[in-house]
């Protein structure tokens, strides 16, 4: 009961994060800004609903599932690669190649 | 480069592979170890040339202490971007920030460089090593700020 509820606490929480992710990808005005959505939304809200997953399993199988920790770690060594990649692509379509100290892209 | 340096080039990342392997097929029986201690093996010595160093230590407390410390940058950091994202976006005055570093080691540098990609409001945009120059290394990091103040999300740059 307990667990149940701490799982859907974390689902929850998660899946706030996530939207919160999508609605910065809409909202925010250029491709660096954007960039900033989806690897945010993969931290804390995929964290939350990987260890909602965890407490579910153990709650309903008995068995310590540690499958989640993996996600988790694939997901951190990944989402900067391609933020970096995806930044290193915008920096050098610009037309001068240099950060800039505004924010239009 | 000695023999033991041809067949075991990343000891470290050997047993990172070999416990990832594990934790990945879920059970502890004698055909996964063998199966993740061949993968263990095998990765580090076909991927060696892309290693800039051989990784000889590894402190777990202080990368048990790092781990805090960026799971509360997280936390933190991930409330005061959801406040950014929702509030009046036209008042976002995102930055180029340039982060000084004090290691020449490509690897912190890298791992750095991830650590401010995944702390919400903060990206990391280059990584720029100068291997010949003295301390010249920087990095070049996205911040997104709504207004003077609410740069919480800064990255913490010693580590």
Known sequence: MFAEALASFLILTGGAFVLLGSIGLVRLPDVFGRLHGPTKATTLGVGAIVAASSIASFELTGNISLKEISVLLFLFITAPVSAHLIAKAALAKRSDGAPASDSQG | ?159
């Not at chain 2, 029986?29 to 063998?34: F, I, K, M, P, Y």
């Not at chain 2, 509360?72 to 950091?77: E, G, L, P, S, T």
């Not at chain 2, 945009?125 to 290394?137: E, K, L, V």
Request: proline residues 6%.
């Open chain 2, 1 to 159: 480069m000695t023999l033991r340096e041809r067949l075991l080039p990343q000891p470290v990342v050997t047993i990172a592979i070999a416990v990832l392997w594990l934790l990945l097929s879920g059970d502890v029986s004698g055909g996964q170890v063998l199966l993740a201690l061949t993968l263990g093996l095998a990765i580090p010595m076909l991927t060696s040339p892309f290693w800039p160093r051989r990784l000889k230590t590894f402190r777990a407390g202080a990368a048990l202490r790092l781990f805090f410390v960026v799971l509360y940058d997280i936390v933190v950091a991930n409330v005061t971007v959801a406040r950014v994202v929702l509030g009046d976006t036209r008042a976002i005055q995102s930055q180029f920030v340039d982060v000084p570093l004090d290691t020449r080691d490509p690897f912190v540098a890298t791992i750095l460089g991830s650590i401010i990609t995944l702390t919400p409001g903060t990206l990391t945009m280059d990584i720029d090593m100068d291997q010949s120059g003295a301390r010249r290394a920087c990095h070049d990091a996205h911040a997104l700020a709504a207004r003077a103040g609410t740069d919480d999300a800064r990255p913490h740059s010693g580590t």
